[in-house]
């Protein structure tokens, strides 16, 4: 492994990342507020260290090609890096002195978690929450994508990190040239977040509020600039747009593009989005009926809150309009379920994936098929194409590694003295990059009463899972390191 390409490359990544707080820097001194300084600060810490390693480190080879080690390093230092210089701003404007505080949240935003320690959102500068929401939207596609699409023109290759780091087994692709592609996923993606962003000043929010409400809803975020989430806005209009948009983003931005093309069929064909469409119907229906029964007099009202709530849970995305703690078990339950799937591959959200879920199922019955048929020669399909046993395997091992890190984790913060509720859902909630939870982390509450450890440990799930966990797993084992 070569460290002046990665050096190379991190500092490029570093010094764009420091270019983006130019952003809220603008918003800050248009509203006049003093956090204009910490973002002054912050761009200059931030690029002036990236622009020192570009130059310090930079390769004497004209063009350079990343290894697939290199890529994975790059990736996981990338978004490590990310959440430490992206906190600045929180600490040098005092909003989140503590170190691991500022961390926590701008990890919880790079990842499109959610999961906040502030306890009073509406107090803050806007540009600070500007920069809180960005950290989501630019979190939401990838940062490292986003740096693909530049690097290219630094002589730096970028296919390994783009392997790396878009999330899920995404079959698909989208043009021949990894920058090309990586353009072409911003593409929709900027797209589909301008139309959100117009559909929410229809809705009667003001510019500020639509710009960072978008922007945190097509990453599958949640973060919001009320404290009460998108309850505070108490209107249907308004969670009928965050529904449509949450969905969107849970949905393989590969069947985006090909959508944009004229290519509709592909919608009607593939078998994920089916199965992800589906479950938010199933869903919805079964807390409706439950809502109904025990909380709620009107079926309107049940269905509103089922709908968005499983549309919010099943993206990931941790957006509320009512405190879903108070909720019966029942309803509690298939929430929690719904942590665990997540969206769809190629997708902003988080969990296990649609994908990998439907081939597991697939998977399981093709065993229970060849207890009856034991002669029987059947193979694992999906849209019409076999599934290669290495890639079964790898997605066994991609689930009993999810399982087993957050059981681990979930451990882990019991240990600290936490409650099991606590304990399961603070975890479950991060490493499915989702956010509010149950137990002292559900929607009304923050993640501030967390242990300083607890921070540090969900900080981590957050990163394993937003990164799919091989990515930093695999560099752990030793003979990634090796020659």
């Not at 390769?59 to 990736?75: C, M, Q, T």
């Not at 709620?296 to 968005?308: H, I, S």
């Not at 665990?340 to 439907?358: D, E, H, P």
């Amino acid at each position: 492994m070569k460290a002046r390409p990665v050096l190379y490359t991190l500092g490029a990544f570093l010094f764009i990342l420091g270019l983006t707080m130019l952003v809220p820097l603008a918003c800050s001194l248009y509203y006049g507020e003093a956090d204009a300084w910490s973002f002054i600060l912050s761009v200059g810490i931030t690029s002036g260290t990236g622009g020192a390693l570009y130059f310090a480190s930079r390769p004497k080879e004209k063009k350079i090609v990343l290894s697939r080690r290199e890529g994975f390093l790059i990736v996981s230092a990338g978004w490590i890096l990310a959440a430490f210089f992206g906190g600045l701003p929180y600490m040098i404007h005092g909003a989140l002195p503590a170190l691991t505080d500022a961390y926590f949240e701008t990890m919880s935003g790079f990842t499109t978690t959610g999961a906040t320690v502030i306890t009073k959102i509406e107090g803050l500068p806007h540009g600070i929450l500007l920069w809180r929401s960005m950290t989501q939207w630019l979190g939401g596609m990838g940062i490292i994508v986003l740096s693909v699409a530049v690097l290219p023109f630094l002589g730096v290759g970028g296919r390994q990190l783009f392997k790396a780091e878009l999330p899920g087994p995404v079959k698909d692709k989208l043009e021949p040239r990894i920058a090309e592609a990586a353009r072409s996923l911003w593409m929709v993606y900027g797209i589909i977040t301008v139309i959100g962003f117009i559909f929410f000043l229809l809705g009667g929010m003001n510019v500020f509020d639509a710009v960072n409400h978008i922007l945190c809803a097509m990453a599958t975020g949640g973060f919001s600039t009320k404290d009460t989430s998108v309850a505070w806005f108490n209107s249907t209009y308004i969670d009928g747009v965050f529904i449509v948009f949450m969905l969107l983003a849970g949905i393989n931005f590969t069947l985006h593009y090909q959508a944009l093309t004229g290519n509709f069929r592909s919608l009607f064909r593939n078998s994920e989005l089916k199965f992800f469409l589906g479950t938010v119907l199933a869903a919805t229906l079964l807390i409706t009926v439950d809502l109904r029964l025990h909380l709620f007099p009107e079926v309107g009202k049940a269905f509103r809150y089922a709908l968005f709530q499983t549309s919010s849970i099943m993206t990931t995305t941790g957006f509320v309009t009512d405190n879903f703690a108070r909720w019966p078990a029942f309803s509690q339950i298939i929430l929690v379920l719904l942590m665990f799937i997540g969206g769809s591959a190629g997708s902003t959200g988080g969990g296990i994936k649609c994908v990998r879920l439907l081939l597991i199922l697939k998977d399981s019955y093709r065993e229970l098929y060849r207890l009856v048929h034991p002669h029987a020669v059947t193979q694992v399909k999906l849209d019409h194409m076999t599934v290669p046993p290495e890639v079964m395997k790898s997605i066994w091992g991609f689930f009993a590694l999810y399982i087993g890190l957050a059981t681990l984790a979930t451990i882990m913060m019991s240990a600290l003295g936490l409650d099991m509720l606590t304990s399961f859902s603070s975890v479950v909630a991060t490493i499915g990059n989702i956010g509010p939870g149950l137990g002292l982390v559900h929607p009304e509450s923050t993640y501030s009463e967390i242990p300083t450890v607890g921070k540090w440990i969900l900080s981590f799930c957050m990163l394993i899972g937003r990164l799919e966990i091989y990515t930093i797993l695999v560099l752990l084992i030793p003979e990634f390191w090796k020659k």
